[in-house]
């Protein structure tokens, strides 16, 4: 599952297997919250396909794009392409989701903020049907 | 002076000019501090030989290298190296400098924590004899 890898900034971590992502997403942790540090920050890779559940963060995260071409979505909007190089400040309480095109692997470092100790809440899967909608080919 | 940038996540960004840099160094802010985020996100450029001055952050910081090679000194420790993938945590009041390699430029991101509306406290410049005494050729 390395292949592609060795010009990425990070080795690709582990599998997610948490149950709220659809298809081969993986995360290296980068840094863990500390006294100073009111985030998790990790490196997520999405494989072609792959995408996070919908979720909301009760204190906003940060997105940047390392690599490929993915979707940003928020709920009741039309998704937005993101690609290397975009950074994506998510609001607070804003149901969303985001991953991979359906063509490209996409990667990107998360900032997510903590508001006491939590920093994320997961909710339904982001159906085929719903993927298929802003990803058509 | 976008050169060897085709394949940076980002564009270069502005040359810093603040006089708390030794060489030349380049910013470009991806996130400025906001109710969610209590943190300055963005990314510097450091071509070959640039540094900071020596510093400190009063909640810390976070360095993500995203490129090349460079070094990264606590006061009164070995300068150690760093490179491409490297993610370093700094401790809050504890004076340090980071920079280029005399023969690598060197890209990070940083996640420069607040307390209050401060970040940083600059100090004096990293000599040439400082920088020597590290990288030695």
Same sequence: chains 1, 2.
Avoid: C
Avoid at 10 to 38: H, S, V
Avoid at 59 to 71: A, D, F, M, S, Y
Avoid at 114 to 130: H, K
């Amino acid at each position: 599952m390395q292949e592609e890898s060795n010009t990425s900034i990070f080795p690709q971590g582990e599998k997610i297997t948490n149950g709220y992502f659809t298809g081969d997403a993986f995360l290296r942790i980068l840094q863990e919250k500390d006294k100073n540090n009111n985030f998790a920050l990790g490196n997520v890779t999405f494989e072609r396909g792959a995408r996070t559940n919908w979720h909301t963060h009760p204190q906003g995260q940060v997105l940047i794009v390392t690599e490929g071409i993915g979707w940003y979505q928020e709920k009741r909007k039309p998704a937005q392409v993101i690609k290397k190089g975009d950074v994506i400040n998510i609001p607070e309480g804003v149901e969303h989701w985001h991953g991979a095109s359906a063509d490209s692997r996409m990667i990107h470092i998360a900032i997510t903020n903590y508001q006491d100790e939590e920093n994320v809440t997961w909710l339904q899967p982001v159906t085929d049907a719903e993927y298929n909608e802003v990803d058509k080919k």
